[in-house]
């Protein structure tokens, strides 16, 4: 169940003293990356921190993360029977992400992190993660159309809806590459605000990561994570050179990963695994296909799963190019998450071969994940293979992946 609004998280989390320092990360895209980033940023500077990112991959417990790993499960579980132990005596009725946001601060508390870098879920200003009280910096990434029955219908709608993570006297870091109606609403609503507004440059950045092997979307994350990390500490800025040996280790799993199914399929080549689920992350993953993957003799194999409602149209006509070759598949169910939806593989396949997918080659594996990405093992051959179109299809991939 999605009920946005902060009454009943400020609620559960009023006996969590909340000591650490927030730095607090909304957006439509590129919030995870800037977590991990920010992660790695704090882990190379010996400074205590967690982590909660959403929605999980695995487990329910591994979007909690303390000093860069996953919380073990006893320690999540023992703060979670703790938060829903006040929502029965509260009789609070809190929703799960309301659950789970408090339970991640119980932990944040237990652990005596001195930083606390938190993903919002949906939205920012009535996201539970908005309860939020020692903010020291925010930071506001890309964004674009998506979950517009909660957010709002046009761009600026759901900008106002993200800027509403900012605090008076805190600095917030923004995207400088969003559009400009965007930034707009961010500048206005900075004034309104009493924040401190601060565009991140990829100037300094793109010279730090010559010779790296970074992709323009994550140059511009990584802007963002800098920024923030210099913000949040003030008179202990470090360059961003400091840090490169961290953040090459740094991974976030389902952003355009590279994974070995051979265990499941057989197959030697490793597929690339991204959870892009809206137009404008799919823009990003059709731009690293075309540049690192597509070839004149060799179609994309590309196994597809969606969440009901998505803009699958818009991400097809940026994936999906004539003679690729597709299968569909539903995820798995959710754990935590039962209002989530997985799209018809019919109808995916229609839309396919609508933006050009091969007829021949189009494949409806029902409930099978593993089955799909055997069939796109086998008629990829040792051609390219993408698996896409939703975060909860990579966590059915890892899982099937870590099972085997």
Known sequence: MIDLGLARVGRLVQHTPQTWKAIHVAGTNGKGSICAYLSAMLSASGLSHARFTSPHLIDRWDCIAINGRPVPEAVFRDAEEVVKQRDRDGRIGATEFELLTATAFEIFHRQKVEYGVVEVGLGGKLDATNVLKQKAVTVIAKIGLDHQSFLGSTIEEIALQK????????????????????????????????????????????????????????????????????????????????????????????????????KITGRQQEVLLDGAHNPQSAEVLAQYVEKHLRSRDKPITWVLAATQGKDMNGIFSLLLKPGDQVTAVRFGPVDGMPWIKPADPAELLGLAVRHGAQEATIHNAGDDVKGAMIWASQVAKDGPMVISGSLYLVSSVLRALRDS
């Open 163 to 262: 800027a509403g993570i900012m605090r008076p006297g805190v600095p917030c870091v923004v995207d400088a590459s969003n559009q400009p109606s965007v930034l707009s609403v961010m500048e206005k609503h900075a004034r309104a605000v009493g924040a401190d507004l601060h565009y991140a440059s990829t100037a300094g950045v793109t010279d730090a990561v010559a010779g790296e092997k970074f992709e323009p979307h994550q140059i511009q994350n990584l802007a963002c994570a800098h920024t923030a990390f210099c913000l949040a500490r003030p008179g202990h800025e470090q360059p961003l050179a400091d840090f490169l040996p961290a953040i090459r280790h740094a991974q976030w799993p389902g952003r355009l990963q590279k994974v070995d199914i051979s």
